[in-house]
């Protein structure tokens, strides 16, 4: 069983940067892919990044490419969602999620199809 803990959201300036922060705990995920995504209000939850832990691999929905990026510490257990030039749109609730990675899997995992969920960050951007 993994848990997951998301923290770093709040009410930000449209274009400022955010940092959010998912930390893991549990058990060893060094064989793990962690995922972000967002749902807005009135909105389907919708995919942003993705990065295994082993490799750091990384992979992003095409929209965010350049100005969100995805990282993670393997001391401290931690990935994280840096988002730069915040914009109104971008008000979400933030969840990461994980699971064990597995081949072919990166299309399940655009889906949402993770075993493990944190309970989400909420942030708000005011224009």
């Known amino acids: 069983q993994v848990q997951l803990v998301e923290s770093g959201g709040g009410l930000v300036q449209a274009g400022d940067s955010l940092t959010l922060s998912c930390v893991a705990s549990?058990?060893?995920?060094?064989?793990?892919?962690v995922a972000w995504f967002r749902q807005a209000p009135g909105k389907e939850r919708e995919f942003l990044a993705a990065i295994t832990w082993s490799d750091e691999d990384t992979y992003y929905e095409d929209y965010v490419k350049g100005r969100f990026t995805i990282s993670r510490n393997n001391a401290k257990n931690t990935a994280y969602l840096q988002i730069n030039s915040l914009k109104p749109e971008d008000t979400a609730v933030y969840y990461c999620a994980a699971d064990a990675d597995r081949p072919f899997f990166q299309t399940a995992i655009v889906l949402g199809y993770l075993e493990f969920w944190g309970q989400g960050t909420l942030v708000t951007v005011s224009s």
């Open positions: 549990g058990r060893a995920i060094s064989d793990y892919v």
